[in-house]
Each structure stands twice: as structure tokens, then as C-alpha cells.
């Protein structure tokens, strides 16, 4: 019998008690530096907790060369280990389930999406558990090559303009962007993204500055702020994290990722 097929460990996650303390540990012994805070709601994490909640806040940020996450969870019993996992990647979680079946290994949490990618969570014999998912290849083995930073340099300098005529000819023919669960697809979906937010915006306030930008081959990751003022004057500081796909030297994919956890004031018009 086959057994399951595994392309790399991805990350480690740690359930903490307090999301600031921990941060703030890791910091000062690491260096280390979220690149993602968001809130998570799912009924995989009700099904982690044994139904206790099924809320969290989740940071993810690199401790050397790996990813580490850092889960709060709103209301979870201290003895409790919620999301506490190791995480692996592989190609199809679904072909993984059905041979995790035919394996008899056991599955805490069935073939579901959070946030956008697909996951499944087993668990071994003393309890310790590990997510397996189609995550991206993060963080790289290898610096960006050189056209991949160039075209999404470009293309955040048009996003910055609001002007679909800057930004639409970067994208490909069919794009998809998903960002707080809304999901904007084809030329027409992106055009209406961008009128939303240009809209909301005073002409030419929108200001980004890129910190990293970080990829392998056509996959490219970003961590950036975001400075605005807002139709009604109001001034706005947001930081993002970014993952894109490029197509025939062209955006393809974007997955965009607002840290609540960043320096922000005002309205972010999204």
C-alpha cells in the first residue's frame, strides 16, 4: 500500500496564551517579525478545541528559515493545545485523505479551506498533531529572480495610481484576487476592485512601501504599508502581506492578507 507522500515541512505552530507576550518573546531572542496577523473563524478550529471555540487570531512570521505561527484563541481552557501543530506540504490533500483512509491513520480534521488553502489535520498516537496542506512553497530556497521582482515592483507602482489603465495591462486575461473573504475574478471583477478603492481615496495619496519582496520562479511573496487619505481627509497607515502568482510575465493570482496587528489609523476604504 502506498504510503503518503510528503514535498517538505512548512511550519511549526504554537497555541500561546497571550498573542503581544509572545510576540514580543520571539522578538527579543529571534528577531522575530510577523509578516501575517489576521483573525481566523472556522469549524476545523471548534473541532481542534473540542468544540470550546472556534475563534483565533493567528501571526505568522519567519524564525530563521522556517515559518512559525503563533495562535490566541478567544476563550480556549489554558490546558488545552487548540492549534498547536507541525505542518507539511503536499501536492493534493484530498488524494493524501483517501490514502490516509486506506493507511487507517487518524484524521482529527477532514479535507477543509482556511483561509484560502486546503488542509486536513490528523493526529498520532500521544496526541501531537500536524496539519497537512497545500501551502505555498514558503518561505523560498532561493532569492527572487530578477524579472519576477521587477514586474511586481511595477505592478505595485501602477496599483498605486488606482488608474485601471496602469494597473490592468500587468494582470493576466483571466485574474483572481481574494482578500477579508471576497474574492474578485476576471478583468472586470479587478476593475471593479480598483474602482472601489479609488473611490474611497483621494487622487494620488496612495503611497506603499515595499519591505520584502521575496519569490521562486513565478511565486512571489511581499510584505509592504500602505499610507492614504481617505475621501473625507482622513489619514490612514495599513500593513499588508501580499502572495502572487505570475503568468506569461503577467499577475495571475493574488492573495492579499491586512495585519490588524500593524500601525493603522483611520479607514482603509477596503
Request: proline share 6%; aromatic share 8%; glycine share 10%.
Amino acid at each position: 500500500m502506498q504510503r503518503l507522500s510528503v514535498s517538505s515541512y512548512s511550519h511549526m505552530a504554537f497555541r500561546v496564551r497571550s498573542l503581544e507576550r509572545s510576540r514580543a518573546f520571539y522578538a527579543r531572542l529571534f528577531g522575530y517579525e510577523p509578516f501575517i496577523e489576521t483573525p481566523l473563524e472556522h469549524a476545523a478550529l471548534g473541532t481542534l478545541t473540542g468544540g470550546a471555540t472556534s475563534k483565533a487570531v493567528l501571526a505568522m512570521g519567519l524564525l530563521g528559515d522556517k515559518v512559525l505561527e503563533l495562535v490566541e484563541y478567544d476563550g480556549l481552557p489554558g490546558d488545552q493545545l487548540g492549534f498547536s501543530h507541525f505542518g507539511l506540504r503536499v501536492e493534493s490533500v484530498d488524494e493524501t485523505y483517501r490514502r490516509a483512509r486506506e493507511l487507517d491513520a487518524p484524521v482529527l480534521v477532514e479535507p477543509t479551506d482556511i483561509e484560502g488553502v486546503r488542509v486536513m489535520f490528523i493526529e498520532d498516537p500521544d496526541g501531537n498533531r500536524f496539519e497537512i496542506g497545500e501551502f505555498e512553497a514558503w518561505p523560498p530556497a532561493e532569492t527572487a529572480e530578477p524579472d519576477a521582482t521587477r514586474l511586481v515592483v511595477d505592478f505595485f507602482g501602477a496599483l498605486a495610481t488606482l488608474d485601471p489603465g496602469q494597473i490592468l495591462p500587468r494582470m493576466s486575461a483571466a485574474p483572481r484576487w481574494e482578500s477579508d473573504g471576497r474574492v474578485f475574478e476576471g478583468q472586470q471583477g479587478m476593475r471593479e476592485r480598483i474602482e472601489q478603492a479609488a473611490g474611497a481615496h483621494e487622487p494620488g495619496s496612495v503611497r506603499r512601501e515595499l519591505h520584502d519582496v521575496i519569490a521562486q520562479g513565478p511565486r512571489v511573496a511581499v510584505r509592504c504599508t500602505t499610507r492614504a487619505r481617505t475621501r473625507d481627509g482622513r489619514d490612514g497607515t495599513h500593513a499588508h502581506a501580499f502572495f502572487l502568482e505570475l503568468h506569461d510575465a503577467r499577475i495571475d493570482r493574488v492573495r492579499e492578507y491586512h495585519d490588524p496587528g500593524g500601525a493603522a489609523t483611520g479607514s482603509s476604504g477596503r
